[in-house]
C-alpha cells in the first residue's frame, strides 16, 4: 500500500475549472479517482494505467475531465473544465498495486490504498 494525499479542491462557479493532485508515497500502478456525496455509494470518475497510460472515464467525465499522471514524481491529476453542481462531492484518489484491465478499472474494490479526500463544491 502507498500513503496518498489529495489537494486541489475547492469552490468553484458552474462553467469554471479545478485541477486535482493526487501526491503518492510510493510507487502504484492504476490509479483513480473516486468521488461521493453524502450519504450516496462512492462512484467512479477516471482512472489510468502505468505503463501504457491507458485512461478510462465514467460517462458524466468524458468530454470534460481528464486524468494524468507523473510517474517519476509518484502523482496523479484530475483536469475538470465546465464544472457543474452536479459535481459537488468529495474527490478521492485511490492507488492499485495492479495494473488493471480497462473493464477493471471502475472497479472501487480493485484499490488498496485511498486517500482521505478533497473537497469540490461547484456553486454561484
Known amino acids: 500500500q502507498v500513503q496518498l494525499v489529495e489537494s486541489g479542491g475547492g469552490l468553484v462557479q458552474p462553467g469554471g475549472s479545478l485541477k486535482l493532485t493526487c501526491s503518492a508515497s510510493g510507487r502504484a500502478s492504476t490509479m483513480a479517482w473516486f468521488r461521493q456525496l453524502r450519504g450516496k455509494e462512492r462512484e467512479f470518475v477516471a482512472a489510468i494505467r502505468r505503463g501504457d497510460a491507458k485512461t478510462t472515464y465514467a460517462d458524466a467525465a468524458k468530454g470534460r475531465f481528464t486524468i494524468s499522471r507523473d510517474n517519476i514524481k509518484n502523482t496523479v491529476h484530475l483536469q475538470m473544465n465546465s464544472l457543474k453542481p452536479d459535481d459537488t462531492a468529495v474527490y478521492f484518489c485511490?492507488?492499485?498495486?495492479?495494473?488493471?484491465?480497462?473493464?477493471?478499472?471502475?472497479?472501487?474494490?480493485?484499490?488498496?490504498?485511498w486517500g482521505q479526500g478533497t473537497q469540490v463544491t461547484v456553486s454561484s
Open positions: 485511490a492507488a492499485s498495486g495492479s495494473n488493471w484491465i480497462l473493464s477493471a478499472m471502475s472497479n472501487k474494490e480493485g484499490y488498496e490504498s
